[in-house]
């Protein structure tokens, strides 16, 4: 069990460029979560997949944000055309669901996002 | 909607007592409720998961509880030490298909050695 895997663990970019985030969960976990944290509150739901289908999405996700998980395993989050509100640390976590019976969520590191 | 509330924002502690975190959700239609330890900079590590038919859980120094007609719940920490300083978040959960966490802004806790 290598634990939730987040990369990169920060990044800097200019206002209107594109970012990409990457989270690997733990294998055997079939759910995966991303959250969304500023400083001193705590963090927010953004979107969560059961395998490869993405159930929910929140309001917080603009249209300038897509998230995918192919084939269940690892997934990415793309923000376009960032904006200097997108700074956060973007969490990611992951949880083995058993039909209505959901365990721990383990969190990843996070990427901390800096738009300039 | 649920909203979480934790209250003291901070708390500063002489190392070795025992402190009480505080938790309070406006939905008891809670299914289960998660407390979390989350480290400058860092991810969150989850401490304990009570469900919703439960009242406590319990690992080493750490016990939760969770009283859902009140639309609260407590972490108790015994005999404090400083590398228990962190912020504790906690965070109600939904169920089934609408699973997703909501968390409070935490607590940061300071045990001074």
């Known amino acids: 069990d290598t634990g939730v895997s987040q990369n990169p663990r920060h990044k800097i970019t200019k206002r209107g460029q594109n970012v990409t985030f990457r989270c690997d969960p733990i294998?055997?976990?079939?759910?995966l979560y991303w959250y969304r944290q500023t400083l001193g509150q705590g963090p927010e739901f953004l979107t969560y997949?059961?395998?490869?289908?993405?159930?929910?999405k929140s309001r917080l996700l603009s249209d300038r944000f897509s998230a995918e998980r192919p084939k269940g395993s690892f997934s990415t989050l793309e923000i376009q055309r960032t904006e200097q509100g997108d700074s956060a640390m973007y969490l990611c976590?992951?949880?083995?669901?058993?039909?209505?019976?959901?365990?721990?969520?383990?969190f990843g590191s996070g990427t901390q996002l800096s738009v300039l | 909607k649920q909203e979480v509330t934790q209250i003291p924002a901070a708390l500063s502690v002489p190392e070795g007592e025992n402190l009480v975190l505080n938790c309070s959700f406006t939905?008891?239609?809670?299914?289960?409720l998660q407390w979390f330890r989350q480290d400058p900079g860092k991810g969150l590590t989850s401490l304990l998961l009570i469900q919703s038919s439960q009242r406590e859980q319990t690992s080493g120094r750490l016990n939760a509880s969770l009283d859902k007609s009140s639309g609260r719940s407590t972490l108790y920490i015994a005999a404090s030490q400083p590398g228990d300083s962190a912020t504790y978040l906690c965070?109600?959960?939904?169920?089934?298909?609408?699973?997703?966490?909501?968390f409070g802004k935490g607590t940061l806790l300071t045990v001074n050695p």
């Open positions: 294998s055997e976990h079939n759910r």
């Open positions: 939905d008891s239609a809670i299914y289960n």
């Open positions: 965070a109600g959960g939904g169920g089934g298909s609408n699973y997703k966490l909501t």
């Open positions: 976590a992951s949880s083995l669901a058993v039909g209505t019976t959901n365990e721990k969520l383990f």
């Open positions: 997949f059961q395998n490869e289908a993405q159930l929910e």
